[in-house]
């Protein structure tokens, strides 16, 4: 960048904008001026952006109908404050009809002043902002070491301030456009799920054809792949949808009702993974001696995709445990594999949507099973836990209230 595109840019309406707006929220300044001028007798202090090409006022203190407001503009030219940002150092003079140095000076005469003092703003990491200035009509004694000193310190602790709101701004404008961007993202991606259904039931149902096509084991073979596939990539969108519902909606819906089978709701999730992964070993013990108020279905979704996720993550060698109970007031369910611990780390951030371990292999999922498992057990008014360790292995603990009715019902 040139130096005459860096000047465009730092005089640009947006920067000088921002600039003013920072300015304004520091409640501060407007304290200082007016500290400044009671101090010195000066009728008009401002703090001024100062470039090598405009200078903007962006606080003001006026007693002396100057004029210039927030916002307003002098020709920089014109001003004492570009001597002041060249030379870094302050301008001052007390009575300028007198003084060797300023009486010719086309500045005093172009704005009727005699007392001015001007000294640098300059921000921690040596950025040149402007100008913390005072004039009057009148003579004052402001050249005195103590007052310059005085506006020195102040326009220390302001650039300080404008450091600080500039970060300030720049966080709070980075959380918004990450939150639109996440937004945007689900939105087209709920919209994007909801389309597909309807391709998708197509390709489920040239697959069951297939399947009943005739004796030809390619044929039945390919069309028990492309059921198998159409399965999976429904049961993703279902996830996205919920996902949206869950993000952008009223939550997650449930079908609340009271289930005197639980125990064969969850023992046909675990069948239906045992045919789905013949190498492994599934283990349940489930035992729900009473009535359940729930949504059947979605807690066999909570159960099927905690142990996706056992068997996808656990030692493939070594069995799953699926244990199903009432205990006091709660239906409980957990899901138990060995193999590697998960790191506290890790743990924190297991619920969040989109969220896939380092370990995960490509094509394992959107990262959303563990995320609709919490909204879930959220909306049931439950909870969901994990706990991990080399010795105890990796359990996943959901705690459902049986007689409580969810809030969202």
């Not at 310059?148 to 220390?156: D, I, L, S, T």
């Not at 010795?391 to 959901?398: A, I, K, P, Q």
């Amino acid at each position: 960048m040139n130096q005459d595109d860096r000047f465009r840019l730092e005089d640009s309406p947006l920067e000088i904008a921002r600039d003013i707006a920072t300015s304004s929220g520091i409640s501060s300044v407007s304290a200082i001026l007016r500290i400044i001028c009671d101090m010195t007798g000066m009728g008009f202090g401002a703090v001024a952006r100062v470039t090598d090409g405009t200078w903007t006022a962006c606080a003001v203190q006026d007693t002396i109908n100057f004029g210039l407001q927030v916002g307003g503009q002098l020709p920089v030219h014109t001003t004492l404050c570009i001597e002041a940002r060249a030379a870094r150092k302050p301008v001052v003079f007390n009575h300028a009809s007198t003084d060797p140095q300023y009486r010719d000076h086309h500045t005093p005469r172009l704005y009727n002043i005699e007392s001015y003092i001007s000294v640098p703003i300059v921000l921690p990491d040596g950025e040149y902002f402007g100008n913390l200035c005072a004039i009057d009509p009148k003579p004052r004694n402001v050249s005195d070491p103590s007052t310059v000193e005085v506006f020195e310190r102040f326009a220390a602790l302001i650039a300080i301030q404008l450091e600080s709101e500039r970060r300030r701004t720049l966080v709070e404008r980075q959380l918004f456009d990450a939150q639109a961007a996440n937004e945007l993202r689900e939105h087209f991606i709920a919209v994007l799920g909801h389309d597909l259904r309807n391709p998708i039931s197509s390709m489920a149902m040239t697959g069951e054809i297939l399947v009943r096509s005739g004796p030809d084991p390619k044929t039945i073979e390919l069309g028990q792949r492309i059921r198998s596939t159409t399965k999976r990539m429904g049961a993703l969108i279902d996830d996205v949808l919920d996902l949206a519902r869950g993000r952008l909606g009223p939550g997650i819906g449930l079908m609340v009702e009271a289930h005197g089978l639980m125990n064969q709701l969850l023992a046909d999730v675990v069948e239906e993974m045992r045919l789905a992964h013949p190498s492994r070993q599934i283990h349940a013990q489930i035992d729900i001696d009473r009535l359940v108020l729930c949504d059947g279905g979605r807690v066999q979704q909570v159960l099927s995709n905690l142990l996706a996720n056992a068997l996808a993550y656990g030692a493939p060698d070594q069995s799953v445990m699926v244990t199903a109970d009432v205990v006091g007031e709660f239906m409980e369910i957990a899901v138990l594999n060995e193999g590697e611990p998960i790191s506290e780390d890790v743990q924190r951030k297991l619920f969040e949507p989109y969220w896939r371990a380092p370990t995960s292999l490509p094509g394992g999922g959107l990262g959303l099973g563990l995320y609709i498992c919490a909204q879930i057990a959220k909306e049931h008014l439950g909870s969901i836990a994990v706990t991990s360790s080399k010795e105890g292995g990796t359990m996943f603990l959901v705690r459902l209230p049986v007689g409580r009715l969810p809030l969202s019902v």
